[in-house]
């Protein structure tokens, strides 16, 4: 789950800095679908599994 998100934070930061591609629809899709699992609230068990 850190490797991912991991990627939306750089993703996102990409994109930021490329404002002409935030209205893409495949876009704004993913980041929407990204957004929903970085909200996810998962928890860490002690073998650092989720």
Known sequence: M???LDALERLE???QAQPENT??????SALETARLIE????EV???GEI
């Open 13 to 15: 930061t990409f994109v």
């Open 39 to 42: 909200a996810q609230d998962v």
């Open 23 to 28: 209205e893409h629809p495949q876009v704004r």
């Open 45 to 47: 068990d002690a073998h």
């Open 2 to 4: 850190g490797i991912i």
